[in-house]
C-alpha cells in the first residue's frame, strides 16, 4: 500500500485550507454563528472552486473525485473553522440520495444546481418523539392520479427552509409494517403545503439550519421517487456510513483546529515565570490531545479510502464517527481548558470548537447506535 | 445515608426556598438567559424572602445560620437549571470575607444592604494576565493621605455589571515579596475611576453578568481597605476552603439533577415503542453515574461536616472540587449521549447545563492547581494519606 496522499490530493487538501483562510473571517462567523445564519457568498465561492460536489460525477458538474478527497475538503475546512466547515460541507447532503438512488432525469434536473452553488438541499427524515429511528415514519405518500400526495411532521430537517429541493422519507406502504414500506421522494420547496417551521435552537452546528417542516398535502410528480419504491430506509442506511465518514472528517478537523488554538496560547500565554507550554503537564495534555487526533484521523482515511473502493465496512465507518467526535469533544475540552477563563469565552473560539463536536457526537447517530452498530459488524448477530 | 443530620428547621427552609424557587426563579430563567443579566429586583426579593447570606449574624441583619443553610441555597439553585443567578458567589464566597476581616464600621455598613439584597458584591482577583498565578498581579494600590489611589484592570468578574460592592485585591507596588504585598480593599459601586465593562460572551451561564472591571485613579478612603496591610494573600487562602467546598456542593448538586432528570426521561421517552431505560448499555450508564453522585456524596457531606466544625479540610477540599466538577461534565456529558438528538436542541434543559457546567473545572482556581495542592500534601514519606 501507498502511505501517503497522491499529488493530485495534496493539491486539493492545499487548496482548501488556502480557501478557508482566505474566506472565513472570524469575525462574520462569531456574528452569523450567534444568529444561526450562514455567509451564502462564501458557499457560492467554494461551489465555483470544486468543493461541494467533489465526489460526485462529472456528469453533474461534480468533481470526478472520491470521497477520501471530500474527507480531506472538511478537514481542512473545519480546522479552520468548524462552524462553516459544517455548515459548507452538509450543504449538498440531500442530493447524496438522489446521486445514488434517482433518475437520470432527477439528476440532471438539481445535482449540477447544487454543484454550481445555486441551491443547497434538505434531508427530511427524522420524526418527532422517533429518535434516530427511521421506521417510526408516520409520513405517508400516496399515489394520486400520477403524483405522490405528501402528508405529515418531519423534524430535525437538514436545511431546512434554505434548501432548494428536500429529500423526503415517506410511509408509501401503509400497511406494511416492515422496514419495506417506505420510499424517499424528492419534493421542491415551492411546492404547495410546505410549512418550514421551529428553527432549531441548537447548542452546536449552529451555521446548519435544522427545522421542523410540515407537508400538507403536498403534491409532486411520481417520477419524484428517489430509487425503488419501499426501499427508502434500506437505502438511506446504505448511504449512512458515507455521512459517518464525513461527520469523522468534520470532527477531526475540529479538532485540529482546537488543538492549534490550544497550541499557540500555551506558547505565548506565562504564569508562574514561564510559558505555560513549558510545564510537563501542559506538554502531556498537548500530546494526548495529538495522539488522539493522529488516531482518529488515521480511522477516518482509512473508512474513506475503504469507501471509495467499494469495501463495505459498516463498522469502519461507525469506529470512525465515533473515535472522531470523541476526540473533537475530548481536544475542545482540553483546549478550553488550557485557555482557563478566555477558553470559556466565545471570542477565544475553542468552546464553539466544543459545541460543534457535540452537535456532530449527536448527529446521525449517538454513540450508543454507532456502538450497535460496530457490534453487528465486528461479530454479527449470535444466534 | 444522614452525615449532616439536617434538623426540621433546616427542612422547612427548605421547603420554603423550592416554594420560592417555583414561583419567583423557574419563570423567569429564560428571561435571564436571554437578557445576559439577572435583575436587581430578582436579587432583592431573594433578600426579602431571606435566602441570601444566611450565614450572616443577626446582628448585622441574618440569620446566623450554619453552613448547611448555605449548603440548601446552593443545592436548591442547583436545580434551577440556570447558574447566572450567583446568590452563592454573594452568599457564601465574598461577603464572608467582610464578615470575617471587616471592621465593625464595615460591617455595619455594607452587611444589612448584603443580606437584603440591596447590596450585590462581586469579588475581583484575575487579571488578563494573571489567572492560576494570582501572585503575579498587577493591579496597583498606592496610599495618598486618606485615600488608596488603585490602577489596574480585573477579568472574568462574576456579578461584574450588577455589583454595588467590590472586594478587590490589589498590590502595594513598594514591597516587594508579592505574597506580602497584596492587601485587600472594599470599592463601591459610583466611585470615580471604577468602570465596569460589557457582559462577556461565553459558552455558558448566559443569564450570569460575567465582566471585565477597570480601575484608573480610582480613590477610596483609606478605611476601605479590608483587614490588615499586606494580609491579602492570607485571607484568600484562608476563605478558599470555603469557596471550593462551595463549588463542590453545587457541582454534585447539578450532577445529581441532571442525572436524575435523565433517568425520568429514559423512563418516559420512546423510540420505537420501546422505552430507552429498557436498553441494556443505558441501563449501565445511568448504574455507573448514579454510583458517582453517591460516592461524591458521600465525601462532600463529611467535609461539609468537617468545615462545619473548623477543620482544616484544604486538600480535600482541592479533592472535592477537582472530583465534583469533572464528575458534573462526564455525566452530563453522558446523558447528552444518552438523550442522543433532541439534546442538542437549546429547548431540551441539559443542553444549557453542558455548556454551563464546563467553567466548574476552571473557576475557583482549576482543576490543575486543585491537583498541584494535593501533590503538595502527598510529598512526604509516610502517612500522606
Not at chain 1, 158 to 177: E, H, I, M, Q, R
Not at chain 1, 309 to 314: A, T
Not at chain 2, 231 to 243: A, N
Given at each position: 500500500m501507498e502511505f501517503q496522499l497522491t499529488k493530485s490530493q495534496k493539491e486539493i487538501q492545499k487548496a482548501a485550507r488556502e480557501?478557508?483562510?482566505?474566506?472565513?473571517?472570524?469575525?462574520?462567523?462569531?456574528?452569523?454563528?450567534?444568529?444561526?445564519?450562514?455567509?451564502?457568498?462564501?458557499?457560492?465561492?467554494?461551489?465555483?472552486?470544486?468543493?461541494?460536489?467533489?465526489?460526485?460525477?462529472?456528469?453533474?458538474?461534480?468533481?470526478?473525485?472520491?470521497?477520501?478527497?471530500?474527507?480531506l475538503a472538511a478537514e481542512a475546512f473545519c480546522s479552520k473553522d468548524s462552524s462553516l466547515g459544517i455548515a459548507l460541507m452538509l450543504s449538498g447532503s440531500a442530493s447524496e440520495y438522489l446521486l445514488h438512488y434517482g433518475t437520470d432525469d432527477l439528476k440532471s434536473e438539481f445535482l449540477p444546481k447544487v454543484a454550481n452553488g445555486d441551491m443547497v438541499s434538505g434531508s427530511a427524515f427524522f420524526e418527532p418523539g422517533e429518535g434516530y429511528d427511521l421506521t417510526g415514519t408516520s409520513t405517508t405518500a400516496v399515489r394520486?392520479?400520477?403524483?405522490?400526495?405528501?402528508?405529515?411532521?418531519?423534524?430535525?430537517?437538514?436545511?431546512?427552509?434554505?434548501?432548494?429541493?428536500?429529500?423526503?422519507?415517506?410511509?408509501?406502504?401503509?400497511?406494511?409494517?416492515?422496514?419495506?414500506g417506505f420510499s424517499i421522494i424528492l419534493v421542491e420547496a415551492e411546492r404547495d403545503g410546505i410549512t418550514v417551521e421551529n428553527n432549531q435552537d441548537k447548542l452546536g452546528m449552529r451555521m446548519v439550519a435544522t427545522t421542523d417542516i410540515r407537508f400538507q398535502d403536498v403534491r409532486v410528480p411520481e417520477s419524484h421517487l428517489v430509487g425503488k419504491p419501499g426501499k427508502g430506509v434500506k437505502q438511506a442506511l446504505a448511504l449512512n456510513d458515507q455521512n459517518l465518514i464525513l461527520v469523522a472528517a468534520m470532527a477531526t478537523g475540529t479538532a485540529r483546529g482546537a488543538y492549534a488554538r490550544a497550541l499557540d496560547y500555551v506558547k505565548q500565554r506565562e504564569q508562574f515565570g514561564k510559558k505555560i507550554g513549558q510545564f510537563q503537564i501542559t506538554r502531556h495534555k498537548l500530546a494526548e490531545m495529538a495522539l488522539s487526533i493522529e488516531q482518529a484521523a488515521l480511522m477516518?482515511?482509512?473508512?474513506?479510502?475503504?469507501?471509495?473502493?467499494?469495501?463495505?465496512?459498516?463498522?469502519?465507518?461507525?469506529?470512525?464517527?465515533?473515535s472522531a467526535c470523541r476526540t473533537a469533544l475530548d481536544v475542545s475540552s482540553e483546549a478550553i481548558q488550557l485557555l482557563g477563563g478566555y477558553g470559556y469565552m466565545t471570542e477565544y473560539e475553542v468552546e464553539r470548537c466544543y459545541r460543534d463536536a457535540k452537535a456532530l457526537m449527536l448527529f446521525e447517530d449517538n454513540p450508543i447506535g454507532l456502538k450497535d452498530a460496530v457490534a453487528t459488524g465486528v461479530m454479527g448477530r449470535i444466534k | 445515608m444522614n452525615i449532616l443530620n439536617y434538623s426540621d428547621e433546616h427542612k422547612a427552609f427548605r421547603q420554603r426556598l423550592r416554594v420560592y424557587i417555583e414561583s419567583h426563579i423557574l419563570p423567569k430563567v429564560e428571561q435571564w438567559e436571554m437578557e445576559h443579566i439577572v435583575p436587581k429586583e430578582a436579587w432583592k426579593k431573594m433578600g426579602q424572602n431571606g435566602f441570601l447570606c444566611t450565614a450572616v449574624s443577626k446582628v448585622y441583619g441574618g440569620m446566623g445560620g450554619d453552613f448547611r443553610y448555605s449548603a440548601i441555597c446552593i443545592e436548591e439553585m442547583a436545580k434551577t437549571h440556570q447558574s447566572g443567578f450567583m446568590t452563592l458567589l454573594h452568599s457564601d464566597i465574598v461577603v464572608p470575607y467582610i464578615e470575617s476581616y471587616g471592621s465593625e464600621e464595615q460591617k455595619q455598613r455594607h452587611l444589612p444592604g448584603c443580606v437584603s439584597g440591596d447590596t450585590i458584591t462581586a469579588v475581583a482577583m484575575s487579571e488578563p494576565d494573571a489567572g492560576s498565578d494570582l501572585a503575579s498581579m498587577t493591579t496597583t494600590a498606592v496610599q495618598d493621605g486618606d485615600k488608596f489611589v488603585i490602577n489596574g484592570s480585573k477579568i472574568f468578574i462574576s456579578n461584574g455589571v450588577n455589583c454595588d460592592l467590590?472586594?478587590?485585591?490589589?498590590?502595594?507596588?513598594?514591597?516587594?515579596?508579592?505574597?506580602?504585598?497584596?492587601?485587600?480593599?472594599?470599592?463601591?459601586?459610583?466611585?470615580?475611576?471604577?468602570?465596569?465593562?460589557?457582559?462577556?460572551?461565553?459558552?455558558?451561564?448566559?443569564?450570569?453578568?460575567?465582566?471585565?472591571?477597570?480601575?484608573?485613579?480610582?480613590?477610596?478612603?483609606?478605611?476601605?481597605?479590608?483587614?490588615?496591610?499586606?494580609?491579602?494573600?492570607?485571607?484568600?487562602?484562608?476563605?478558599?476552603?470555603?469557596?471550593?467546598?462551595?463549588?463542590?456542593?453545587?457541582?454534585?448538586?447539578?450532577?445529581?439533577?441532571?442525572?436524575q432528570w435523565t433517568i425520568d426521561y429514559c423512563h418516559e421517552a420512546r423510540v420505537s415503542g420501546t422505552r430507552l431505560f429498557d436498553s441494556q448499555s443505558v441501563q449501565f450508564a445511568l448504574a455507573e453515574m448514579a454510583t458517582q453522585v453517591k460516592m461524591s456524596r458521600a465525601f462532600v457531606e463529611n467535609l461539609v461536616a468537617e468545615h462545619m466544625e473548623k477543620k482544616n479540610v484544604v486538600v480535600e477540599t482541592s479533592m472535592a472540587k477537582y472530583q465534583t466538577s469533572d464528575m458534573v461534565n462526564q455525566v452530563t456529558d453522558r446523558c447528552l449521549d444518552i438523550i442522543g438528538r433532541e439534546a442538542i436542541d437549546?429547548?431540551?434543559?441539559?443542553?444549557?447545563?453542558?455548556?454551563?457546567?464546563?467553567?466548574?473545572?476552571?473557576?475557583?482556581?482549576?482543576?490543575?492547581?486543585?491537583?498541584?495542592?494535593?501533590?503538595?500534601?502527598?510529598?512526604?514519606s509516610s502517612e500522606t494519606l
Open positions: 480557501f478557508a483562510k482566505g474566506e472565513f473571517d472570524k469575525d462574520l462567523v462569531l456574528e452569523m454563528e450567534k444568529q444561526q445564519s450562514f455567509p451564502e457568498d462564501i458557499r457560492i465561492k467554494a461551489a465555483d472552486l470544486g468543493f461541494i460536489g467533489m465526489h460526485w460525477p462529472e456528469a453533474y458538474e461534480g468533481g470526478g473525485l472520491g470521497m477520501f478527497e471530500n474527507v394520486d392520479g400520477g403524483r405522490w400526495v405528501i402528508d405529515g411532521w418531519k423534524t430535525g430537517v437538514l436545511n431546512g427552509g434554505a434548501a432548494g429541493f428536500y429529500c423526503v422519507l415517506c410511509k408509501t406502504d401503509p400497511k406494511s409494517a416492515s422496514p419495506d477516518t482515511y482509512s473508512a474513506a479510502w475503504q469507501l471509495d473502493r467499494r469495501k463495505k465496512n459498516q463498522a469502519m465507518a461507525a469506529m470512525a464517527k465515533l | 467590590v472586594v478587590m485585591a490589589a498590590k502595594d507596588p513598594s514591597i516587594e515579596n508579592p505574597h506580602k504585598a497584596i492587601s485587600l480593599y472594599l470599592v463601591d459601586d459610583g466611585t470615580p475611576g471604577f468602570k465596569k465593562g460589557n457582559t462577556l460572551e461565553k459558552l455558558g451561564m448566559h443569564s450570569q453578568d460575567t465582566t471585565e472591571l477597570f480601575f484608573t485613579n480610582c480613590r477610596i478612603p483609606v478605611t476601605n481597605r479590608l483587614g490588615e496591610k499586606g494580609e491579602g494573600f492570607v485571607m484568600l487562602m484562608q476563605k478558599l476552603q470555603q469557596e471550593r467546598l462551595v463549588c463542590s456542593v453545587w457541582g454534585l448538586a447539578r450532577a445529581e439533577h441532571v442525572l437549546e429547548g431540551c434543559p441539559l443542553a444549557r447545563e453542558w455548556r454551563d457546567v464546563r467553567v466548574m473545572s476552571i473557576f475557583a482556581g482549576t482543576n490543575e492547581i486543585m491537583k498541584g495542592i494535593i501533590a503538595k500534601s502527598l510529598n512526604h
